[in-house]
């Protein structure tokens, strides 16, 4: 949605739609937070999905949240930002209240990654674990450059539609339009693997406002995982964040070997069931916990 409504009577009301003219005070909302999207992230949520926004009597921006369907079936919720002055007045919790009670309506399950803090609001609403992963955060390259055990090459518009169709397989539905936001933007992330003629494993990337951020990565085994890793790593040079999925031990082993820290955990929830709508064999990097 790229359109707004007009402000409610209600100074602290939640509006649908995020204005155009209102990405600046956005990004200031992700800068108090210490998150890291950039205006390329939030139009995503205008375009493809609902941003919820609260403002102030004199029209400020204070406080959004946000959902992204994908298909029939579930929707994320995220972007929850208040500003300091605007806490504590129960502003967090109606906007999540409305992301649900929106996403239901639509027949569609909520999901979301929260923090531990979050993990501790969500559960008693009816959200239930699914899985867990960390946020690894690389500041410069360390060591010599790795080597690919797998042939990796970059995207391209012929493999493209075959692995959109590889994503919604392991993903539960499909995130073709989302996935094609995301491409281009880290154009040296943006790789896959191919074996016997089929694909193997992909990688995308993006930028952020602290650090290049790589994810999806979906791959059949650890092998091809750290192969398209280790060629993404090789022409990238600044601060990098992967959202790596607790099960992938040796994946983390190789991410700790090349200079990465794990920074913080998050829980995957799913609203009302306790089992995932992905593949948690195939996920080694979600997106972000923004965007699932």
Not at 113 to 121: K, L
Request: proline share 5%; hydrophobic share 45%.
């Amino acid at each position: 949605m790229t359109g707004a409504m007009a402000p409610s009577s209600d100074p602290l009301a939640i509006d649908v739609g995020l204005r155009a003219d209102e990405l600046d005070a956005a990004a200031a909302l992700v800068r108090e937070a210490g998150w890291n999207q950039v205006a390329a992230d939030w139009r995503i949520f205008m375009d493809l999905g609902t941003v919820y926004a609260v403002r102030s009597s004199d029209g400020r921006l204070v406080a959004t949240g946000a959902t992204l369907p994908f298909g029939n079936r579930f929707a994320w919720i995220s972007m929850v930002l208040v500003t300091a002055a605007f806490r504590r007045q129960g502003l967090a919790t109606r906007l999540l209240r409305r992301c649900i009670d929106d996403l239901l309506a639509k027949n569609l399950t909520p999901v979301l990654d929260a923090t531990p803090a979050g993990r501790s609001v969500y559960q008693p609403l009816g959200f239930a674990d699914v899985w867990g992963f960390h946020r690894w955060s690389r500041g410069a390259p360390v060591g010599e450059p790795m080597r690919a055990d797998h042939a990796i090459a970059p995207i391209t518009d012929a493999v493209w539609p075959a692995l959109c169709r590889y994503d919604a397989q392991h993903f539960g539905s499909d995130r073709s339009a989302l996935l094609g936001r995301l491409r281009g933007r880290l154009p040296a992330a943006d790789l896959y693997a191919e074996r016997a003629g089929a694909i193997a494993g992909f990688l995308l990337g993006r930028d952020g406002r602290s650090a290049a951020e790589l994810g999806p990565l979906i791959a059949e085994d650890d092998t091809t995982a750290r192969s398209l890793l280790a060629v993404a790593f090789g022409a990238l040079s600044g601060p990098l964040y992967v959202d790596l999925a607790d099960a992938k031990t040796e994946v983390a082993a190789f991410l700790t070997a090349h200079g990465f820290a794990r920074q913080r955990p998050f829980t995957r929830m799913v609203y009302g069931r306790s089992v995932s709508f992905d593949d948690p064999d195939r996920t080694f990097a979600v997106v972000g916990p923004e965007f699932g």
